[in-house]
């Protein structure tokens, strides 16, 4: 009787021990859970900020005005708008006001015939010194000009992805990467289209968006044109031709960046 009972002692505490072990195994599972919902929230969070728009950051910021910098070549100074006040950088400057709700100081540096190599590169302490909150990066039309040869196309790489990392490096603003210009069927358009190329892998790479171009004048003829109008804002670019954007190419370039800005 004695070993009955010793038995059946023996088997309550097997029992007793089992229930422990399964209430502890519950009790983990569930902590378990606890954390994976507590940490779920962050990892849609950081997934947000990055689905997060450039438009949007840009609004978030805390200081009422806000520095537009245009880097680039004869696109940027304004060829051949009808007026300075309506070249493209001026417009996307105006939308990003009526967006921001912000006063938009336009700076930037931008010279006739330059190129990323002989003006992107040489200029950046001079940008970096404007202290912008958004760049547009416009270099690659002239560096085309002598074709798409393996030296031109990696000169070109180097130098824009030294101006892309830099500028990520020593600066907060939003960057915009954009590709070359050239009238439909234009002398240098298959050269062009090797460098929008390297644009893009650029812009990939670094996580830049880019602005094709390439949509606005590629089988478009109405964007560039017609040669012989004197604009007195560029007087001493001389008459418009038949290369650069006219003002309905302005206009699009400038819809263009207001459409990247807020993807």
């Known amino acids: 009787m004695k070993k009955f009972w010793l038995g059946f002692g023996l088997l309550l505490l097997i029992l007793a021990a089992g229930c422990e072990v399964q209430h502890?195994?519950?009790?983990?599972?569930?902590?378990?859970?606890?954390?994976?919902?507590?940490?779920s929230p962050s990892s849609r969070s950081s997934a947000a900020i990055k689905q997060t728009s450039m438009l949007a950051r840009l609004k978030a910021k805390s200081q009422t005005t806000l520095v537009y910098a245009p880097f680039g070549d004869s696109l940027s100074v304004g060829l051949f708008a009808d007026s300075k006040t309506s070249r493209f950088t001026t417009l996307f400057a105006d939308q990003l006001h009526h967006l921001t709700d912000k006063t938009v100081t336009e700076e930037g540096i931008a010279e006739v015939g330059k190129t990323a190599t002989n003006l992107g590169v040489p200029a950046?302490?001079?940008?970096?010194?404007?202290?912008?909150d958004l760049i547009t990066i416009e270099f690659g039309t002239n560096d085309a000009v002598g074709g798409a040869t393996p030296t031109a196309l990696?000169?070109?790489?180097?130098?824009?992805?030294?101006?892309?990392?830099?500028?990520?490096?020593q600066t907060t603003a939003e960057l915009i990467l954009m590709t070359t210009w050239s009238p439909n069927h234009g002398p240098y358009a298959a050269a062009d289209l090797q460098f929008d190329a390297v644009v893009k892998q650029i812009g990939q790479t670094y996580h830049v968006p880019v602005a094709d171009l390439a949509t606005i004048w590629q089988n478009h003829d109405d964007v560039t044109g017609p040669a012989g109008t004197a604009i007195t804002d560029f007087a001493g670019n001389g008459p418009r031709d038949t290369f650069h954007p006219n003002q309905r190419g302005h206009d699009q370039i400038a819809a263009l960046l207001k459409k990247t800005l807020e993807e």
């Open 124 to 132: 950046l302490p001079a940008l970096i010194a404007q202290h912008p």
């Open 154 to 169: 990696a000169d070109y790489r180097q130098a824009l992805t030294t101006i892309v990392a830099t500028l990520q490096k």
């Open 24 to 39: 502890k195994a519950a009790k983990s599972s569930s902590s378990a859970a606890s954390l994976r919902s507590r940490k």
